[in-house]
T-cell receptor, first 114, second 113 residues
Framework: AQSVTQLDSQVPVFEEAPVELRCNYS??????LFWYVQYPNQGLQLLLK??????LVKGINGFEAEFNKSQTSFHLRKPSVHISDTAEYFC????????????FGKGTRLSVIA | DAGVTQSPTHLIKTRGQHVTLRCSPI?????VSWYQQVLGQGPQFIFQ???????GRGNFPDRFSARQFPNYSSELNVNALLLGDSALYLC????????????FGPGTRLLVL
C-alpha cells in the first residue's frame, strides 16, 4: 500500500520569503500525486496535481511542485509567500492502476509572518 | 458552477446516537467519496461510490455506512456514535473512480458529546 510522509508539521516563514513544503511517498507502483490546501474551517482545495509528463507542475496561487521519481518526492514551492497563504497543506497519492483510495499525509501548517 | 455541497455544516450529537450526513457532487460527477478528518490529521478514506455501487471501503467499523442515489448525491450514516467519531467529514466528487481528480466540499463538523 502507498503512504505519504510530510516531513514538517509546521513551517513558519516571513512574508515575501520563499517556501518549500516537503512530501515523500512510498509505493511499489507508479502513482499520481496531489497537493491540497485547507484554509481554517474549510474543506480542501486542489492546488496542483502530477499525473504524467513534465515533472514540474504549476498550480494555482503561484505554487509549483516537482516530481522526483528517484527520490520519491513531490515537494511544493512558492518563490514569495503572502499572509493569505497561511493554511494547512496536504500531499496525497494514489496508485495509477487498480482500485486503491487517495492517501493523504498528515499535513504541514504554513504560517506566514508579517 | 456549484461545487460540492454538504449538509449540515455543523452537528452536535451525544454518544449512542445516529447521524446522517449529506453530499451533492459537482454536476456531471458520478463518483462520491467520503473522508474523516480528525483534528490535526490528514483525511482518512471511508467509502467511495460510483453509479450507486460501493467501489471502495476504508478501515472503518460497520457502524459506518453510506449509499449513493440515482442523482449521484450521497449519504453517510454513522450508528452508535462514539466520542472518537468527532471529526470533520469531507465529501469529494470526481468524474469517475478511482483516479480522477477529487474535488472536496466544505465538510460537516461533527461533535459527539
Amino acid at each position: 500500500a502507498q503512504s505519504v510522509t510530510q516531513l514538517d508539521s509546521q513551517v513558519p516563514v516571513f512574508e515575501e520569503a520563499p517556501v518549500e513544503l516537503r512530501c515523500n511517498y512510498s509505493s511499489s507502483v507508479s502513482v499520481y500525486l496531489f497537493w491540497y490546501v485547507q484554509y481554517p474551517n474549510q474543506g480542501l482545495q486542489l492546488l496542483l496535481k502530477y499525473l504524467s509528463g513534465s515533472t514540474l507542475v504549476k498550480g494555482i496561487n503561484g505554487f509549483e511542485a516537482e516530481f522526483n521519481k528517484s527520490q520519491t518526492s513531490f515537494h511544493l514551492r512558492k518563490p514569495s509567500v503572502h499572509i493569505s497563504d497561511t493554511a494547512e497543506y496536504f500531499c496525497a497519492v494514489i496508485r495509477n492502476s487498480g482500485n486503491t483510495p487517495l492517501v493523504f499525509g498528515k499535513g504541514t501548517r504554513l504560517s506566514v509572518i508579517a | 458552477d456549484a461545487g460540492v455541497t454538504q449538509s449540515p455544516t455543523h452537528l452536535i450529537k451525544t454518544r449512542g446516537q445516529h447521524v446522517t450526513l449529506r453530499c451533492s457532487p459537482i454536476s456531471g460527477h458520478k463518483s462520491v467519496s467520503w473522508y474523516q478528518q480528525v483534528l490535526g490529521q490528514g483525511p482518512q478514506f471511508i467509502f467511495q461510490y460510483y453509479e450507486k455501487e460501493e467501489r471502495g471501503r476504508g478501515n472503518f467499523p460497520d457502524r459506518f455506512s453510506a449509499r449513493q442515489f440515482p442523482n449521484y448525491s450521497s449519504e453517510l450514516n454513522v450508528n452508535a456514535l462514539l466520542l472518537g467519531d468527532s471529526a470533520l467529514y469531507l465529501c469529494a466528487s470526481s468524474l469517475l473512480p478511482p483516479r480522477e481528480t477529487q474535488y472536496f466540499g466544505p465538510g460537516t463538523r461533527l461533535l459527539v458529546l
